[in-house]
């Protein structure tokens, strides 16, 4: 039972917490959190870079995930110790914001924590280490920006679409993908700013990663109600419709009794003018087209095969608001308000199976501000990763885009960073200089695993962009060639906001670790093993743990 509180008057101990809470103070509760963060930083370093390892996840239904997508993999392990998941929001983050740069974040912000247990050991105070880490990070992005470089031509982008693929399940097609990837970015731009929504990604297995497309359009994995509509429309005037083609059921619980058969014909015929009315006041805007959020009667039907209409229902609600920046349509709410002026317009509008998908493609508007893009993969395993990895580069290159800003790649600007962090460490006086020195040499976590995955020496490496950092501060690793060279040549570009984000939030999250001194943890739910945290086994330990992948 725990207690904390001191003694009663009959010596009794005063209990506020309930039975079973396990707590730990101070230096174990610290040096628990830091372990948790060292085990999951070190469980996704292998997966940094060109040379980077893949994991296999298998959940409990044996279902397979094989990826090396940083984010990805700490979304699919069953985490549960609470610091640990406090890094796994810090992936998240960096995936929202930028869409790429989730590996390195998490690995900054363990090799943080490493060196700020050193410190502990030292006897430096966490407060102590957090204010000096803050200062480093403010530091840390000015070094950043001195050393951005202002570009958002295509070239650039290009260069920046192919780094954020390599070394994932897309780098022998990473060119031709990329030039999909930049001109579907473009395409969707809007006053600087890039919608990610507005690009469909449609991931179908079979044939090779190669023979994906691009369509300036709307791609919708649907069929046409009625195999007897026509399966191709040019010229296409398109209809968007929110509400249901058919009659609505009464609301109330009112019975009607009928006394006359004829009463009942009557009935089934009114039905059927209402429906045929809603036809005909589609048909009279004009429109050959129609997507309906919601049903079509099976009357409706027959009347739009027999005039000719292309009709798709139950149509999902992103997938409107991609028509509607596509076509230029408006989304109708009610079909009398309809007009002529709200149809969208496509120049080809036609079904097509491709593999064992049947697809609806919208092309051929004039100025279409939603595309998609069909990726493929000659199996599900490879389409999923080429999926993660299409995703990853459509944000880098949207906040190049946005920006305006690139940083060499290869652990230069992490050098570079490190290099003035150093520097500037021996002009503060105190205890916080310790701090600084280590947000330095954590920062070197970068090239140094870069090295690692690529069976390199990883201190010759260090050395050696150390020394080059001295001529550029663009000077970082090029795994290929297996030596120090000058990343804005080699380009090997990222975007600025890549790091300046993983800089921030892993800083803030070591920050934060480091000033938990006390963990309660209640049991009401399951027994923790709050004993177990101590030799933190492969799990994970304590808190509940994390079930082994077998």
Same mark, same amino acid.
């Given at each position: 039972m725990a207690q904390f509180g001191g003694q009663g008057q009959q010596g009794q101990p005063i209990l506020i917490l309930p039975e079973g809470t396990n707590r730990l103070l101070g230096r174990d509760a610290q040096r628990m959190n830091i372990m948790a963060g060292k085990v999951l930083a070190e469980t996704i370093r292998t997966t940094l870079g060109p040379k980077g390892?893949?994991?296999?996840?298998?959940?409990?239904?044996?279902?397979?995930v094989v990826t090396n997508d940083g984010v990805t993999i700490l979304r699919e392990m069953d985490i549960e110790h609470p610091a640990a998941k406090m890094l796994v929001e810090v992936a998240k983050t960096q995936e929202d914001e930028v869409g790429d740069g989730t590996t390195t974040a998490v690995i900054i912000a363990g090799e943080l924590l490493k060196k700020a247990e050193d410190l502990l050991e030292q006897d430096v105070h966490p407060t102590i280490i957090s204010m000096g880490y803050r200062r480093a990070a403010a530091k840390a992005l000015e070094i950043l920006n001195d050393i951005t470089l202002e570009r958002n031509d295509r070239e650039t982008l290009l260069e920046v679409a192919m780094t954020a693929m390599t070394g994932k399940g897309t780098e022998k097609a990473r060119k031709p993908l990329a030039e999909l990837i930049v001109t579907a970015v473009k395409q969707v731009e809007e006053d600087g700013e890039v919608d990610k929504d507005h690009i469909n990604i449609h991931r179908i297995q079979g044939a090779t990663v190669e023979d994906s497309q691009i369509v300036k359009g709307v791609v919708i994995d649907k069929s046409r109600i009625d195999q007897s509509m026509p399966k191709k429309v040019q010229d296409a005037k398109i209809a968007l419709l929110k509400y249901p083609v058919e009659v609505k059921d009464l609301e109330t619980d009112a019975k009607i009794k009928l006394t006359d058969p004829n009463q009942m014909q009557a009935f089934i015929e009114q039905e059927e003018a209402m429906v045929?009315?809603?036809?005909?006041?589609?048909? /009279? $805007? &004009? *429109? !050959?087209?129609?997507?309906?959020?919601k049903g079509i009667d099976d009357l409706a039907q027959h009347y739009l095969a027999r005039e000719g209409v292309f009709a798709v229902k139950r149509v999902r609600k992103s997938d409107m608001e991609r028509l509607e920046? /596509? $076509? &230029? *349509? !408006?989304?109708?709410?009610?079909?009398?308000?309809?007009?002529?002026?709200?149809?969208?317009?496509?120049?080809?509008?036609?079904?097509?199976?491709?593999?064992?998908?049947?697809?609806?493609?919208?092309?051929?508007?004039?100025?279409?501000?939603?595309?998609?893009?069909?990726?493929?993969?000659?199996?599900?395993?490879?389409?999923?990763?080429?999926?993660r990895a299409v995703e990853d580069a459509i944000g880098v290159v949207a906040a190049t885009l946005e920006d305006r800003k690139v940083v060499a790649g290869g652990g230069a600007p992490e050098m570079a960073i490190a290099k003035g962090l150093k520097d500037y460490a021996d002009t503060i006086s105190g205890r916080e200089q310790l701090a600084v020195s280590a947000f330095a040499q954590a920062l070197e976590i970068v090239p140094k695993t870069l090295a690692e995955n690529a069976g390199m020496d990883s201190i010759d490496v260090l050395v050696d962009i150390r020394a080059a950092q001295e001529k550029s501060p663009y000077m970082g690793l090029d795994i290929f060639q297996g030596k120090v060279a000058n990343m804005k040549h080699a380009t090997v570009i990222e975007p600025h906001r890549v790091k300046k984000q993983a800089i921030q939030s892993a800083a803030e999250a070591a920050e934060m670790i480091l000033r938990i001194d006390d963990m309660i943890a209640s049991t009401s739910a399951r027994e923790p093993d709050m004993e177990g945290m101590e030799g933190m086994p492969p799990g994970m330990g304590g808190m509940g743990g994390m079930p082994p992948m077998m």
């Amino acid at each position: 039972m725990a207690q904390f509180g001191g003694q009663g008057q009959q010596g009794q101990p005063i209990l506020i917490l309930p039975e079973g809470t396990n707590r730990l103070l101070g230096r174990d509760a610290q040096r628990m959190n830091i372990m948790a963060g060292k085990v999951l930083a070190e469980t996704i370093r292998t997966t940094l870079g060109p040379k980077g390892m893949d994991k296999m996840l298998v959940d409990s239904l044996g279902d397979i995930v094989v990826t090396n997508d940083g984010v990805t993999i700490l979304r699919e392990m069953d985490i549960e110790h609470p610091a640990a998941k406090m890094l796994v929001e810090v992936a998240k983050t960096q995936e929202d914001e930028v869409g790429d740069g989730t590996t390195t974040a998490v690995i900054i912000a363990g090799e943080l924590l490493k060196k700020a247990e050193d410190l502990l050991e030292q006897d430096v105070h966490p407060t102590i280490i957090s204010m000096g880490y803050r200062r480093a990070a403010a530091k840390a992005l000015e070094i950043l920006n001195d050393i951005t470089l202002e570009r958002n031509d295509r070239e650039t982008l290009l260069e920046v679409a192919m780094t954020a693929m390599t070394g994932k399940g897309t780098e022998k097609a990473r060119k031709p993908l990329a030039e999909l990837i930049v001109t579907a970015v473009k395409q969707v731009e809007e006053d600087g700013e890039v919608d990610k929504d507005h690009i469909n990604i449609h991931r179908i297995q079979g044939a090779t990663v190669e023979d994906s497309q691009i369509v300036k359009g709307v791609v919708i994995d649907k069929s046409r109600i009625d195999q007897s509509m026509p399966k191709k429309v040019q010229d296409a005037k398109i209809a968007l419709l929110k509400y249901p083609v058919e009659v609505k059921d009464l609301e109330t619980d009112a019975k009607i009794k009928l006394t006359d058969p004829n009463q009942m014909q009557a009935f089934i015929e009114q039905e059927e003018a209402m429906v045929r009315d809603m036809v005909e006041k589609i048909l /009279a $805007t &004009g *429109a !050959n087209i129609i997507f309906c959020q919601k049903g079509i009667d099976d009357l409706a039907q027959h009347y739009l095969a027999r005039e000719g209409v292309f009709a798709v229902k139950r149509v999902r609600k992103s997938d409107m608001e991609r028509l509607e920046r /596509a $076509t &230029g *349509a !408006n989304l109708a709410t009610n079909i009398e308000d309809l007009s002529a002026e709200d149809l969208g317009t496509a120049g080809m509008v036609y079904e097509k199976k491709v593999f064992d998908e049947v697809l609806i493609f919208v092309e051929e508007s004039p100025d279409p501000k939603a595309v998609s893009i069909i990726l493929r993969g000659s199996t599900k395993h490879v389409a999923e990763e080429v999926e993660r990895a299409v995703e990853d580069a459509i944000g880098v290159v949207a906040a190049t885009l946005e920006d305006r800003k690139v940083v060499a790649g290869g652990g230069a600007p992490e050098m570079a960073i490190a290099k003035g962090l150093k520097d500037y460490a021996d002009t503060i006086s105190g205890r916080e200089q310790l701090a600084v020195s280590a947000f330095a040499q954590a920062l070197e976590i970068v090239p140094k695993t870069l090295a690692e995955n690529a069976g390199m020496d990883s201190i010759d490496v260090l050395v050696d962009i150390r020394a080059a950092q001295e001529k550029s501060p663009y000077m970082g690793l090029d795994i290929f060639q297996g030596k120090v060279a000058n990343m804005k040549h080699a380009t090997v570009i990222e975007p600025h906001r890549v790091k300046k984000q993983a800089i921030q939030s892993a800083a803030e999250a070591a920050e934060m670790i480091l000033r938990i001194d006390d963990m309660i943890a209640s049991t009401s739910a399951r027994e923790p093993d709050m004993e177990g945290m101590e030799g933190m086994p492969p799990g994970m330990g304590g808190m509940g743990g994390m079930p082994p992948m077998m």
